[in-house]
């Protein structure tokens, strides 16, 4: 859900519960207190996370943008979601030409929690990539390395083998 979803479910929860406590249901007033609660947990700890990701998946990077600005402190967010929100913030930022701003986010989103490696084969691979770019090549065998050591797809090996490739012509 997005910000605006949740205070208007949060809204409708309020005028439930003035309702509850005027006719003196108090178990109704626990489970509306509780659902208050899990909404204002998920907006900090969730965040609009798992739209932007559907919107990520789909190449609206417009909307993408947006949903993750609504993110106002995103070291709150759990691990789980900061992890996307770092990457998805690394990818605008390298698709607007952000080159630092993209380094950055992907750094961090490195130190993250992935669920599957080939989530972090990309994250490592844009920092190999974004590190031949900027001409730090001493970096890019790293990232290669540590990429290496991950259960990567075909496809990620491929890239990887491009990436040697360029850095052998240029050292």
């Known amino acids: 859900m997005n910000t605006r979803s949740r205070m208007i479910v949060i809204g409708i929860a309020v005028t439930f519960l003035l309702y509850a406590v005027y006719e003196k249901h108090y178990n109704i007033i626990i489970y509306i207190l509780g659902l208050i609660g899990y909404f204002i947990w998920s907006h900090y700890r969730e965040g609009t996370v798992f739209l932007a990701t559907q919107a990520f998946h789909k190449q609206d990077y417009e909307k993408t943008k947006a949903l993750l600005a609504e993110i106002k402190n ?3 967010l759990r691990k789980r979601r900061r992890n996307y929100y770092e990457f998805m913030m690394g990818n605008i930022a390298l698709k607007e030409e ?3 701003d993209a ?3 992907f750094q961090l989103a490195s130190r993250l929690p992935w669920k ?3 989530e972090k084969g990309f994250v490592l691979i ?3 990539n974004i590190s031949l770019r ?3 090549y001493d970096r890019v065998p790293v990232y290669i390395e540590l990429a290496n050591k991950l259960k990567l797809t075909e496809r990620q090996k491929a890239i990887i083998e ?3 490739k360029e850095l052998n012509k240029q050292t």
Request: no cysteine.
């Open 116 to 118: 599957r490696d080939a």
């Open 134 to 136: 900027k001409r730090n």
């Open 98 to 100: 952000r080159i630092d």
């Open 162 to 164: 491009k990436i040697e």
């Open 126 to 128: 844009n920092l190999a």
């Open 103 to 105: 380094e950055y986010h």
């Open 74 to 76: 995103p070291d709150k």
